[in-house]
């Protein structure tokens, strides 16, 4: 067929699956709904080896028609669904850890689902599949990783159903988890997303084909209703900017498919041949029985339910949306760690730029950057876990950063806003094992933390920072930020509500050199000393000076505990009139009266 | 029901249509696919009077599932379907304007469709209705506007399947529309919205109950497949955030009612609803029909192909789209508005902020604004229509503004970037009728610039001028709003390639009173003089003084042809060392070396 129509969700059709293993657990298995299984296989691949510590597991969940087919295990072997990511040298590497892959519960591709034959009957299932939750699914995996004489997963990971089924394992199993990276996700469905799995299960269900569930008994398929729950999925795994791409060029120029479905358009002809297709190698109450799980799934629709959800999970989290996936949208993504940072679990989260929609996490465009934030991430926890503690980094002097390093007593928390490379919270992190987060926009930045070992979310700062509780840090740093925010006061509020004491730094217009550039030569100011930028590109929004940011903490009740002033060319502090002397200004804030340093004279 | 079946989409059911009009062209009908038909009978209702000049009517085009029924006759009539809208007092007001709504060839409520018996056989058409294009629709309602004796419609408004027919209406038959207002619609459907309608087709042409379209002959419907359809149509009415709204606190309570469909969810009970309730008011062929015109009609896929179709227009428009539509995303009306903009056609266009989806054109959310936009626009065509020209406003003296209008020569064609609420446009319509253009980004101050009848379109100037071709116009002005601007060079670019000469006007941060307030007083100086901002909310981002300006445009390559230095607060030019003495500054600008000053110099 063209390129048009390779699916991105690539699973292979028919070859023998001979890397496939089998687990057979021979007792019955009650499940959370009240069925009850009186034996359950599991189809299984693995990839790599499990070291003698038992502690190098990787887990990977895979999506709805996924399988456990999740990369090739020798040239000679197709590719699997997530080729990219798992392998010797890839993010996933199977040089350094145990991969283990297992088909679902409720799925058709090896594990009991209801195409299977029912031991207690000698007929399939059909109808009489007992109804599985998310949690079943993971029950079952569980099974699997104790019968692999495992105790602890390194890491849980999955895409979609396979993030959802990430997000059950580390709630369900906390401490047999070490780290967790859900893709693409949710908590929970959007009313939007369950209404196009309504409608699929409607289309099958309402096929006459379909015969209740026991199609198989007349031998049949609901053959219409399975391709058009097929189509459905298709548009909603594509954004609609990857739609333009791949079919508005060649809008009316259909493809000659042998099809009982409408061929008009280009887009019509790729929905047929996928809906086609997808009846040779899926079952259709595999379809009911997997989006009626994932439809059910539910950690909590408001943010408390979330957070007594989440507070049993024990392990990092590496959370990673794609900003054009509408079927699990970011937002979704951003309510889990919101979540988590509210209960100060450790998370990473990073909204990944993509025009490819819910299919980002299967496809290669932005795989460099989630990629890598993937290894980065599994290298860290995995270090971590060898050496139980932090690494050492060599790292330069920077004046700034000693001066707001003697301010933080060791041991403090600190929330670091625009923290950048993660420059600051490397040096905190060296010092001490307390809780560090660091709040960046940009994703290379975000990267780089979390390749030095840092927990970082990607966040805009004039958002807010509402997952936070009111002094939840003993100090949140605003490093040569302020002068690039827009709503400085919502900023400065969010900040001082969030932490015990505030850190600002900004570069101040009052220095005489700015003073004298305005008043003898006629010309705007330059803040960013040392950069070629001038007043029509420079990041800078935001003119103040010292006496101006007194003022402003006068008028808005904010404390002034500390200032320090420095000549950042002299390299030397400033006592005398700083406002005209100090190019750089350093202040400890505070918002209430009442409030004392105490709580925050951890090791000083 | 209870309110959560309340529909959007408002057509009233079964109520025996006593307005309903029926006009019959008993001649054959060609068309545009090579059909024909031996006869045509429109169904249609009126409101208000056709006045003598029979140049105040409006003709109304429904959405898919519309009628003729846009709105209550009397207070005993059943409420139509933009009931908001039409009627005494009202946006589309039936004390002034005579309100034509007809219904559409190919539908189902009483205009010829496919479930109307084909007089040439006696039996009902079924699948024999020959394939109808929107041209085919608009010829058609052409011969009812003939036969009702108008030659030019004041206006043609539609959203949706109705806003399709509307730009139809506007490029077939140019001299007969004075005004459009095409609402949440698109010159094409974008790739996803087109597989949406392709999987409603599959359902209904897939259900056994079709039988190739002559259903009606076997006495059953495929109202599966129809439901279905419906189904899939709701979800895509409604945004995200409305769904969020309308489901999220019930989710799992689901309704009770009678159904074959899943209602395992409170969405799920409200689709099969909706879906069930879609199959007893409306035909399946009709669906078929109507969904396939919509999808055929193209107007072009690049600009330059829609520049070409929409050439011939020769109305105003006024385009309105909704942020969360994204079954016709704002952005395929901006392409419209684009391409009429490069074609120096009168157009307004706002992109209502909406959380209501698609349907927002039909609530009442957002209808403060676009009712307005739509009463201002239709005020202001009907009083262009009898005055032939500009009205004349009482506008009170502004120096800046008086400054700005010495500068351009009568006649001479300006784009205003950030024009505000239109104070220097109106100035200049009242000196010329020649083509001028506002761009704004904030849309109180866009329906205030509707309001007095000048053309504005909502956008925003960070994004730069791409519709615009090489000097479109003599002047392009930037009042009070280059300090307000992220990207100045970027701005700058593009208003001085689409303008012959650029207007400037910026405050001066070389005036004296600021270099002293910095030197002396170490404070950040003020340009916002007469207003209480203050460095931290103040709304502007760029600080420069003349000079700083003059340097950039030499290292630009950009030609100051005149300066005009002011200190407002003595109302007074200053001619002596403007970098010091004046707080606004003035300038007249170029790219080009090569470029005259003759081109515009129209009237001086």
């Not at 099974?143 to 993030?163: C, E, F, Q, Y």
């Not at 409608?199 to 309402?206: D, F, H, K, L, M």
């Not at 100090?475 to 400065?492: G, R």
């Not at 730094?505 to 930028?533: C, I, Q, V």
Request: glycine fraction near 8%; aromatic fraction near 8%.
């Amino acid at each position: 067929m063209e390129t048009i129509f390779d699916s991105t969700d690539a699973v292979r059709n028919s070859k023998p699956l001979q890397y496939v293993r089998e687990f057979v657990y021979r007792s019955p298995v009650k499940l959370e709904r009240g069925g009850l299984l009186s034996e359950v296989r599991v189809a299984y691949e693995t990839y790599g080896e499990l070291n003698s510590r038992k502690d190098n597991a990787v887990l990977i969940c895979h999506a709805i028609s996924g399988d456990s087919h999740v990369a090739a295990h020798d040239q000679n072997d197709d590719a699997g669904w997530w080729e990219i990511m798992v392998g010797s040298g890839k993010p996933i590497d199977t040089d350094k850890y145990f991969v283990i892959c297992p088909n679902c519960l409720g799925g058709c591709r090896g594990t009991t689902g209801p195409d299977e034959i029912n031991p207690d009957t000698g007929n399939r299932y059909g109808l009489d599949f007992p109804e599985v939750t998310i949690g079943d699914i993971v029950d079952v995996h569980c099974l699997l990783v104790d019968d692999l004489g495992i105790n602890r997963l390194l890491s849980v990971i999955g895409g979609s159903l396979g993030g959802v089924v990430t997000l059950e394992w580390a709630t369900r199993f906390p401490d047999r988890v070490v780290s967790a990276i859900p893709l693409a996700t949710a908590a929970h469905l959007t009313s939007q997303a369950l209404a196009f799995d309504i409608v699929a299960r409607n289309a099958i269900q309402s096929d006459p084909n379909y015969y209740c569930g026991q199609y198989h008994d007349k031998g049949v398929v609901p053959a219409s209703g399975l391709a058009i729950a097929r189509m459905l999925g298709h548009i909603t795994y594509l954004s609609r900017e990857s739609m333009m791409k791949k079919f508005d060029s060649t809008r009316n120029q259909a493809r000659k498919i042998d099809t009982t479905f409408e061929t008009k358009f280009s887009v019509g002809s790729y929905l047929a041949y996928q809906g086609d297709k997808f009846v040779d190698r899926f079952d259709a109450n595999s379809y009911v029985v997997l989006t009626t799980a994932i439809d059910n799934f539910d950690l909590g629709g408001t943010p408390l339910e979330l957070q007594r959800s989440l507070k049993r999970s024990m392990c990092r989290w590496l959370i990673l949306s794609f900003t054009t996936d509408w079927l699990f949208p970011s937002f979704l993504s951003r309510e889990i760690v919101d979540a988590l940072l509210a209960m100060d679990k450790r998370v990473s989260y990073c909204d990944i730029p993509s025009e490819c929609g819910h299919d980002g996490f299967l496809l290669s465009d932005e795989f460099e950057l989630y990629g890598e934030m993937i290894r980065s991430f599994l290298n860290n926890v995995s270090f971590e876990l060898l050496s139980g503690g932090m690494s050492q980094l060599d790292m330069p002097d920077r004046i700034d950063y000693e001066q707001i390093l003697d301010l933080i007593p060791r041991g403090a928390t600190v929330l670091d806003l625009g923290c950048g490379k993660g420059g600051l919270l490397a040096r905190l992190r060296q010092r001490s094992g307390s809780r560090l987060q660091g709040i960046e926009i940009k994703e290379s930045y975000v990267l780089r933390c979390i390749d030095r070992g840092l927990d970082v979310i990607q966040a805009d700062l004039n958002k807010g920072l509402s997952p936070f509780a009111d002094h939840q840090f003993d100090f949140v740093v605003l490093s040569k930020t302020l002068q690039t925010v827009h709503d400085v006061e919502f900023v400065l509020d969010e900040m001082l509500r969030v932490g015990v004491r505030g850190i600002v730094s900004f570069p101040n217009l009052g220095f005489h050199e700015h003073r004298r550039r305005l008043m003898d030569d006629g010309r705007a100011p330059r803040l960013e000393s040392g950069t070629s930028k001038e007043w029509y590109n420079t990041a800078d929004v935001r003119f103040l000076t010292l006496a101006d940011f007194e003022d402003f903490c006068s008028k808005k009740g904010i404390n002034l505990h500390h200032c320090i002033a420095i000549d950042t060319k002299k390299q030397r502090h400033v006592e005398e009139k700083p406002n005209e002397n100090a190019d750089v200004i350093i202040l400890v804030l505070s918002k209430y009266t009442q409030r004392t340093m105490n709580s925050v004279d951890v090791e000083k």
